[in-house]
C-alpha cells in the first residue's frame, strides 16, 4: 500500500485516477479547489481517503495539504500534478492576466507541490511525481500556444528533474495523454474575450463555441488512470508516458516530420561552427 497525492481531483483523469488509486487499495489524498467535490471518494473509506480543498496557487494551501497528508499516513508516496485546464487564444489575442494564472496553475502551482513533498522523499530516497502533460506540447495546435507553452514549460523541468532525482531513488514521469472522454473540452476550457477576425481561420475555428470534440474523443479515462499505476509499480517507471492510440500516431508522425526538415536543412546547420585553423 502507497499513499497518493492527487491535484485536481473533481472531475475528468484526475477524478479517474482518485477512483482508481483507491480501488487498488492505496491510501489517496484527494484534492480539489472545493473540497466537497472530492468528498464522496471518501465515504466509506475515511481511513485510507482524506478529501482536502487544494488551490497549487496558493501556497498556504500546498504546504497544509501536504501536512495533513503527512499527519495522516505518515508518506507521500506519489505524486501526481494533475490540475490544470484549458485555454484557447492566438497567441496575439491572449489575455495578459489569464495567460499568468495559467502559467501559476499549470507550472508554478506543479512546482509548489513537487517542492513540498520533495524533503520527505529526499529523506526515504523513494517516491515518484507524476507531470500530467499533453500531446499538444508536440503538436503545438493553434489557438493553443499558451496552454502548450504552459506544459512544454513543466516538461522542461521534469526532465531536468528526472536526472536529479534518479540517483535518490525517486522516479519522475511526464504523462503526455492524446484525447480522453473528460471535461477537458467542456466545462474545464476557457479562452480569450479578445476576438480578432484576422484569426477566424486559424485559432477562431478551436474556439469553444466552434468545438464539436468535446464528448467524441477516443480515450477512456478508467483505463488511463490504470495505465498510470502501472507505470508507477513498475520497476523502472519510465520518464515519458504516452497514453493514447491517438497520442502514439501523432508523435511518430511528427518525429518524421522532424527528421525530414533536418535533413532538409542540414547543410545550414553544420555551416556554423568555426573554421579549423589552417597551417
Known amino acids: 500500500m502507497s499513499t497518493w497525492l492527487i491535484t485536481g481531483c473533481s472531475t475528468g483523469l484526475g477524478r479517474a485516477l482518485a477512483e482508481a488509486v483507491i480501488a487498488a487499495g492505496h491510501n489517496a489524498v484527494v484534492t480539489a479547489r472545493d473540497a466537497g467535490r472530492v468528498a464522496d471518494l471518501a465515504e466509506g473509506n475515511a481511513d485510507r481517503v482524506l478529501a482536502l480543498p ?106 531536468a528533474l528526472y536526472g536529479e532525482l534518479k540517483p535518490l531513488g525517486i522516479s519522475v514521469t511526464v504523462v503526455e495523454p492524446g484525447a480522453f472522454r473528460t471535461d477537458f473540452a467542456g466545462r474545464s476550457l476557457t479562452q480569450s474575450s479578445t476576438v480578432i477576425e484576422d484569426y477566424a481561420e486559424t485559432a477562431g475555428k478551436r474556439r469553444k463555441e466552434h468545438d464539436t470534440v468535446h464528448g467524441t474523443q477516443p480515450g477512456d479515462p478508467a483505463k488511463a488512470a490504470r495505465a498510470i499505476i502501472a507505470a508507477v509499480e513498475s520497476d523502472e517507471p519510465p520518464p515519458f508516458l504516452l497514453l493514447g492510440n491517438d497520442a502514439l500516431n501523432i508523435y511518430r508522425r511528427l518525429a518524421e516530420a522532424r527528421l525530414d526538415l533536418i535533413k532538409n536543412w542540414e547543410h545550414l546547420s553544420t555551416s556554423t561552427d568555426i573554421d579549423s585553423a589552417v597551417g
Open 54 to 159: 487544494l488551490d497549487v496557487t496558493d501556497t498556504a494551501q500546498v504546504a497544509n495539504a501536504v501536512r495533513q497528508a503527512e499527519e495522516k499516513f505518515g508518506t507521500i508516496d506519489v505524486l501526481v500534478n494533475n490540475a490544470g485546464y484549458g485555454y484557447r487564444a492566438a497567441v496575439e489575442e491572449g489575455d495578459d492576466s489569464d495567460i499568468r494564472q495559467l502559467f501559476e496553475t499549470q507550472f508554478f502551482g506543479a512546482l509548489a507541490m513537487i517542492k513540498a513533498v520533495l524533503p520527505g522523499m529526499r529523506a526515504r530516497r523513494s517516491g515518484a511525481i507524476i507531470n500530467i502533460s499533453t500531446i499538444g506540447v508536440q503538436i503545438m495546435p493553434v489557438g493553443s500556444g499558451y496552454y502548450a507553452a504552459s506544459k512544454a514549460a513543466l516538461e522542461g523541468m521534469s526532465g
